[in-house]
């Protein structure tokens, strides 16, 4: 009987914390406000031989509470590049990535990904991002993306550009 108990204490614990997880971390829903995504302004370090330093300034506090959505600073007429951005449970983290862009829509898929070494930081509205990997790139576009299940994609998931700013 007292086994029983326990299971049941284990059972109701291990329910309360899947319910916590829920909760706090929400993926991003197109139809709400998603102020945190519309890109204001960026910068870009890249010297050879340097960590690639990469920012970006929204209109919003950054929320710590939701998921599935990240930034990105593209090269190679925005086909491959660099990506901040949290899923799941996870933390946010960086990546280098080449995307395949569907023709005619704001969407693409993540062709390959390659996790690097990063260190992120958010402020509110500004999230900076010191990629350690050495580069003397010309970037073309920076993005923001929600994360969304995509079985025709090679990876699984799609993104989809919500805001873009491109460089001149």
Known sequence: MKRLFLYTI???LLVLFIAIIAITHTPVE???DNSFLHISNYEIIAESGKSLFLSVTVDSPIPESKTDFGYGWLYHNSTTGYITNIHSTDSWHSERI?????KGTNSFCFDDIIPINSNVMI???TLNAVIHDSA????DKV???????DESCHYGYAGIILDEMVIR
């Not at 993005?143 to 299940?149: F, G, Q, R």
């Open 10 to 12: 284990i059972f109701g």
């Open 30 to 32: 197109p139809t709400e």
């Open 143 to 149: 993005i923001s993306y929600t994360i969304i299940p």
């Open 98 to 102: 080449s995307i395949d862009i569907n």
């Open 136 to 139: 003397d790139i010309s970037f």
């Open 123 to 125: 402020n509110s509205t």
